[in-house]
Structure formats: C-alpha cells, structure tokens
C-alpha cells in the first residue's frame, strides 16, 4: 500500500517562531487519520504545510506518492480550511464557491459538466436547496458546509480537514459524520485535525497528537483527558474571535 | 431627434462613443475582482503611477522627435501601469510592507513624477488637465484602434478566468492549497487591472479611473446575491453611465469625465434608497431564512416533538 501522505521532518517557520518542529506524519491510502492537539499545538500549521499553503522551513513532503510541488495531482486532494477567511466584497452564491473548487493547476476553468457536481456536492452536505443563496447569509454551520461541498466537488481522493465541525450545529455534525463515513467505506484518504474526537470519533483509525509542535502521540485514539469529558464542559476557542463559539458536544441536550 | 442623428453621425463622437462603451464594460470587469479583493483603491495607485507612464512617455516623443509629440504617451502609460502594479502586488504578497503605505507612496510618487517630467518635456497645464481629468473628445483612429485591442484583451482574460479569479479572490489560501497558480493569476489580475487603467483613462482621467472600476461594482452589489450578476450588473451600469454620460457633454459644455463618474455615484445613491424596497419585497416573497433544525435545548412545552 501506498503512502498517501509521507511526510518527514516537517519544521514551519512562522513569523521567526517555529510553529512545527521535525513532524512525522505517515498515513496510508484509505486510512482515516484525526490530527489532535491543544489549541496552538501547530495542527492547522501542519496541514497547511502539508498542502503547501505556508513554506517548509525544512523536511520534505510527498503528497499521493509526489513530492509537494506542481507534480502532485492536485485533482485529487481536497482541502476545508477551519474558517470562511474574511468574506470578499462581493456576494457570491453557495453555488459559486463549490464551483470554485473544481479548479486546480491544470484546469483553470470549470469542467463542463462542473455546475452539476457542484449542486450534487451541496446535496451531499444537505444544502441543495441554498445552491443560490449569498453566501455571507448563510449561518455558521452552513457557511462550513458549503466549504466542504467546495472540497467534495473534485472528487477528492485525500481529503484534509481542518476542525470541519467547529461551531457546527449538531445535526450538521452528524449529516457530516455520515457524508465522511461514506467517503472511508469507499477508501478516501481523509486527515482531519480536531480538538477532540466527538461526532467523528468512530471513523478514525488512528490519532496523531501534537504538543508544541511536535508529535507525543501515533496510535490508538486516545480517550479525552478528564477536565474534557464533563457533562457540562464548555470550550471557548480564541481563534473564533467574533462570538464565543461553544463547541457541541453531541450526547447533552443541554449545553448552558 | 435631428440632434441625436447629428451626434452619431459625427465622427469624432462616433469614434468617443464606442471607446465609451469598450470602457463602460471593461472596467467593471476588473473592477469586481479588486472589490472582492479589498483592494478598490489598487486602481487609483495604478492611475498615478500611469501619469508619470504618460510624461515619460511625452518625454522621450519630444526627445526623439516624434509627431505628434504626445505619440508615446499612452505606450507609456501602459509600460509604467504594468510595472507599478505588479510592484503592488509583489508587496502585496510579500507582507513587508503594508498594503495602504505601499498604494500611497504610488499615489504620491506618481502624481509628483509625473507633474515633473511633464513639466520637464516642455508639457502646458493644458496637456497635463487632459490626462488628469480625461480627453474623450479629441479620441484619434490610432487611439480607437489601441482602446480595441486592450479593451478586447482585458475582457478576454476577465471573463475567460472568472472562476479562477473568483477562486484567488476569494480564499487565496484554498486557491494555494488547490494547486492553483496564485502567483500567475495575482499578478495576471494586476496586469489586466493597469491594462484597464491605461484604457479608460482616455475617457476620465488618471485621478477619476478607479469610480470607473469601482462605483459600478457598489452599484451591482447592492442590488444582487451572486458573483456572476454583480458582474453583469456592474458592466451594464458601466456601459450606460458612460454612454450617457458622455451624451450630456455633446449637448451642454461639460467635462465628459466628471459627468459619467457623477451619474455613476448617482446610480449608487438610487439604489441605494430603492434596496429596502426590493429587500421588503424579496422577502415578502421568499421562506423563512432559519434552517430547520430542532432546539439544542429543551423548551416546555416541546412545540417541536407536539408538532412533530
């Protein structure tokens, strides 16, 4: 088997403090792999990396067996950042996005069939009937679905996902844990970095735990260190700036 | 209506009308990427730098003995637009220095060069007011040809890649993490933008070339939801601001430049007071906007389970 992501001493520089230091990250084709760490544990940093969105200080990485760089197919990689970056100025459909990520390296315009697949990635994340709302209008957990329908719609092979179900509502979480549940029964690779295991704990068959860059963990998921596990426990992620962001846990009804 | 007949027969005016038109659809065409970009005042940067294109331009026809004298001014627009604005987006991409001092040492740097050199290669006032505020009226063939060509150039480009430049425009990283060629198309919409620049400001002038880009596209955004029909919308405005415009300055002595960037912002302001008609309307007429997905909590009496 293939290794479709291999990547070895990955150290990322960011603003002279380093964010990775001397990662090792190996994960087979058709495995399901959570990327797990503290907040600021370099997580996000990492996969970027891995995508060749932040420059490596050093290391290498082979991405579907080809080293980081114009030869890998990018075709086949699909990517859902944590966050909608700042909406642009201008409106744009849900629609419109998702087509957006038809695109890569060799095809700077959309297929010809391209506004079918986007419509049926929407579906797949249950937003079918939002095709031709403004995006912005969109809620939180709507806005990160339309995101992953954008990587969805190229039929990815390696899926990597950056927290896909922070701040999501949760029958949005669970819509998601089975949309990506299908996509592992059919052996899609899939990456995905979150703050713990949740909705998506069955899925995954290994963890990787990262602490201050670097990895203290590789097997087994591990279970939630204990001040997680509470009933009643509440998580404020600064990196959500606008509203404190109360993450979902799936089992309460209650979460004030 | 023999006035109407006698302004499309004119051939001076006809040859101003149809750059008047090539501008009106062009510009809003870049005008939506710099918009999505944040970046409304790239245009205004490449305008300045363009004036000092323009007296180095009239420098070197009246060194080398050109005629008319004023021949090279536009190729030189165009040389120092595509240069400063791919200077802008190399500063841009690199994060040294910030995006607003960077646009405003171009602003500067290019209104005091180009006031200068002007003056230096033996340039009137006159001259100078002709590229500052525009010069539709004294169009030459040469001109027209030269306006075809870059107008036919920019909206190729800006419509062929309009999903890669959505792409770009809209979340650089995923574009990067996508595989895209972020750099190319960056600095490909900066090229097309000085492109446009050099091309309207014929008709309006460096200081007034960025409404031309930018106010059509305020204009669309407040009346539309999609990307595509801002665009649509915004090249419409373009065209008839300008073509009427440039109308009302046949027929009352006014600066044509002026005159289509005031109905312009005139076009923004009505609709800008006929938006919460339309949105009242809108609504009126479409479903409750909240996804229908059950209480996170639990609320007595349970309406939901009741109703269910």
């Known amino acids: 088997m293939t290794a479709a992501i291999d990547a070895r001493g990955v ?16 994960v ?13 544990s370099g997580k996000s940093t990492l996969v970027r990396a891995l995508l060749g969105a932040v420059p490596l200080a050093a290391g290498s990485v082979h991405l579907l067996g080809a080293p980081l760089g114009p030869r890998v197919p990018w075709a086949e990689v699909g990517y859902v950042p944590q966050r909608v970056s700042a909406a642009g100025g201008v409106p744009a459909t849900a629609e419109e996005v998702v087509l957006s990520g038809l695109l890569h390296g060799r095809r700077l315009r959309p297929p010809r069939r391209g506004r079918a697949r986007a419509l049926e990635a929407l579906a797949a994340v249950g937003l079918a009937d939002a095709a031709d709302v403004a995006v912005r209008t969109l809620s939180g957990g709507q806005q990160q679905r339309v995101l992953i329908a954008r990587a969805l719609a190229r039929r990815p092979r390696l899926l990597l996902l950056d927290e896909p179900v922070a701040g999501v509502d949760v029958p949005s979480q669970r819509a998601f844990a089975d949309v990506l549940g299908r996509l592992v029964a059919e052996g899609t690779t899939v990456l995905v970095v979150l703050h713990e295991l949740g909705a998506l704990g069955g899925l995954v068959q290994r963890a990787v735990v990262l602490r201050h860059g670097a990895v203290v963990h590789d097997g087994a998921p591990p279970r939630p260190a204990p001040e997680h596990a509470g009933e009643g426990h509440e998580h404020v992620h600064p990196h959500d700036g606008e509203e404190p962001a109360r993450e979902t846990d799936v089992a309460p009804a209650v979460r004030w | 209506m023999v006035a109407v007949t006698e302004m499309l027969t004119d051939p001076l005016m006809q040859r101003a009308l149809l750059v008047a038109l090539l501008v009106g659809l062009a510009a809003p065409v870049v005008g939506t990427y710099l918009v999505q970009r944040r970046l409304s005042l790239l245009g205004d940067g490449i305008g300045h730098v363009a004036l000092t294109g323009v007296a180095v331009g ?9 005629t008319p004298h004023d021949a090279l001014a536009v190729p030189g627009a165009v040389v120092f637009a595509v240069i400063g604005a791919v200077a802008i987006e190399v500063v841009r991409s690199k994060g040294r220095t910030s995006g607003d001092v960077a646009l405003a040492l171009l602003f500067y740097g290019g209104i005091a060069g180009g006031v200068l050199i002007m003056s230096l290669a033996g340039g009137s006032s006159a001259n100078l007011v002709g590229y500052l505020f525009g010069s539709i009226s004294t169009v030459s063939g040469a001109d027209l040809a030269l306006t075809v060509a870059l107008a036919a150039l920019v909206l190729g480009v800006g419509l062929g890649l309009r999903t890669a430049f959505f792409a770009v425009s809209h979340d650089e990283e995923f574009a990067r993490a ?3 060629p972020v750099r190319a198309l960056n600095v490909t919409i900066a090229v097309v933008a000085a492109l446009t620049v050099t091309v309207a400001m014929r008709v309006v002038g460096v200081l007034l070339v960025s409404a031309l880009m930018i106010v059509p596209v305020a204009v669309a955004q407040l009346v539309t939801s999609s990307f595509r029909r801002t665009m649509a919308v915004a090249m419409a405005v373009g065209v008839v601001v300008c073509l009427a415009g440039l109308t009302i300055t046949y027929f009352h002595d006014a600066s044509p430049g002026a005159t289509i960037v005031v109905l312009a912002i005139g076009a923004y302001v009505l609709a800008a007071a006929a938006r919460p008609l339309v949105r009242r309307a809108r609504r009126a007429a479409s479903r409750d906007p909240h996804p229908d997905v059950p209480d996170d909590v639990l609320v007595a009496p349970a309406r939901a389970e009741e109703a269910g």
């Open chain 2, 58 to 66: 009239w420098l070197a026809g009246s060194v080398a003995g050109v």
């Open chain 1, 11 to 26: 150290v990322v520089d960011l603003g002279g403090a380093p964010i990775v230091r001397g990662v090792d990250l190996a």
């Open chain 2, 178 to 180: 996508a595989g895209l």
């Open chain 1, 28 to 40: 087979a084709e058709g495995e399901a792999v959570a990327l797990l760490g503290a907040n600021g």
